[in-house]
């Protein structure tokens, strides 16, 4: 969330950034309701004044046994006109609030000014290109032929945008992420939590997911109280410090998880309908970030890395973008894509999204830091990054490693979780 200050005084930077975004919203509005606001504040600061020095006439009186009722009376009616206007300002400030919840995050000065992704810029590039001496198919082929992915079963179980993984499919998702989340607790120094999968709404408000997205949530109803399945790890591991002060001799704090994802893909008809490149339900491997102002650049550079050390372990090419003003994500400030090569598309398709949100997010979820006890508390500059989304990894391994036989050369990292090296057919 944009500080209301800053918007004031930064009204047309304001705008601008939202053309920039294709984004919308009413910041002149925005700006009304607040120059109202405190208006109606003056108005009741200088009554609540007012009633403070007749209180006191009125002790006064009453000490020296004088007649007070027509103070009494005129505070009675002071104080109806108090609570009237009490009721005006918390009104303007939820109009106010609303507004300034559907305000993106203002890009950083180095995002690339774009219309969409393919104005994104590419950053680097690694590995080779794999060569087939036959036409590789696509992973979902790859998948069904070997009997380790079934969507036509998980279409009947449940709908479109699902699959079963079944026996080595299993074991090769649970072998990836295994193996992702040892990367990033024994090399990258990253914290192991399992967060709760459901949150409830002022969770989601925090990480920037409500109100805009509200369509993409699933929902559920816990008791009366509207409750979400998370869209990704991203949103319980960044409110682990929820309206908290944290102590800045412990920045850079790092957190990851594994999850499974939930997300209703509203507005994606027709894309991506096969495979496992957008599901309804998915695994992630996320990584969370808590970091001082002045090195959340240098933290978002480290977390993009561990993404593609992830890539390099496995063997799979992929190259880096940076995100463009059209195509950054709502709270990001500046965002690295780590797209991986898929062959039988000829492509490269995204696998991790690495952000930094500087203080948009703290500010929403009241996330602050103290450099030293008698400091000011600071709001923290969070972070966020995929490492990796597990299925779009599965994929691209059987799409990467698939041989002229259907099998599937296991990548060597993986076999000590796999143990095997190959995937053969399912009998």
Request: overall charge negative.
């Amino acid at each position: 969330m944009l500080d209301t200050k800053f918007i004031r005084e930064h009204v047309e930077e304001v705008k601008d950034n939202l053309a920039k975004r294709h984004a919308s919203a009413d910041v002149d509005k925005f700006v009304e309701l607040d120059a109202k606001r405190r208006e109606l504040l003056q108005k009741v600061e200088a009554m609540k004044s007012e009633r403070n020095t007749v209180t006191q006439e009125i002790s006064k009186l009453k000490r020296n046994k004088e007649n007070a009722d027509a103070q009494i009376a005129a505070m009675k009616k002071l104080g109806d006109d108090i609570d009237v206007l009490d009721k005006e300002v918390k009104a303007v400030e939820k109009a106010m609030l609303d507004i300034q919840l559907m305000i993106p995050n203002m890009c950083n000065p180095s995002v690339p000014v774009g219309e969409d992704d393919s104005d994104n810029p590419e950053v680097r590039k690694w590995g080779e290109l794999p060569k087939f001496d036959f036409e590789p198919l696509n992973h979902w082929d790859v998948g069904e032929n070997l009997g380790i992915l079934d969507s036509e079963r998980a279409a009947k179980a449940t709908g479109a945008r699902f699959y079963y993984y079944i026996g080595l499919g299993a074991r090769l998702e649970r072998a990836v992420y295994n193996f992702m989340l040892d990367q990033h607790v024994y090399k990258d120094g990253y914290t192991e939590v399992i967060p709760p999968y459901i949150v409830n709404r002022d969770t989601m408000i925090g990480t920037g997911q409500l109100p805009k997205f509200y369509e993409d949530m699933y929902r559920l109803n816990v008791e009366g109280e509207e409750m979400y399945m998370i869209p990704t790890a991203e949103v319980p591991l960044t409110n682990y410090y929820r309206g908290e002060i944290i102590d800045g001799s412990k920045l850079p704090i790092y957190l990851t998880a594994m999850t499974p994802c939930f997300r209703a893909e509203a507005g994606s008809a027709g894309r991506d309908t096969r495979g496992l490149i957008r599901q309804h339900q998915f695994h992630k491997v996320e990584m969370v970030k808590f970091s001082a102002p002045e090195t959340s650049y240098e933290e978002l550079d480290k977390m993009t890395n561990n993404a593609e050390d992830i890539l390099k372990a496995l063997g799979l090419p992929y190259h880096v973008v940076c995100l463009c003003t059209g195509d950054i994500g709502f709270s990001a400030a500046k965002t690295f894509d780590v797209e991986v090569w898929f062959p039988a598309q000829g492509k490269y398709r995204e696998i991790s999204s690495c952000s930094n949100t500087e203080d948009f997010q703290a500010r929403r979820a009241n996330i602050r830091f103290r450099r030293s006890p008698k400091d000011k508390p600071e709001y923290v500059h969070t972070l966020n990054g995929s490492g990796l989304a597990v299925g779009r990894t599965v994929a691209a391994i059987l799409e990467n490693y698939q041989q002229a036989d259907g099998s599937v050369v296991v990548p060597e990292v993986l076999r000590p979780y796999m143990h095997c090296d190959v995937i053969t057919k399912q009998k």
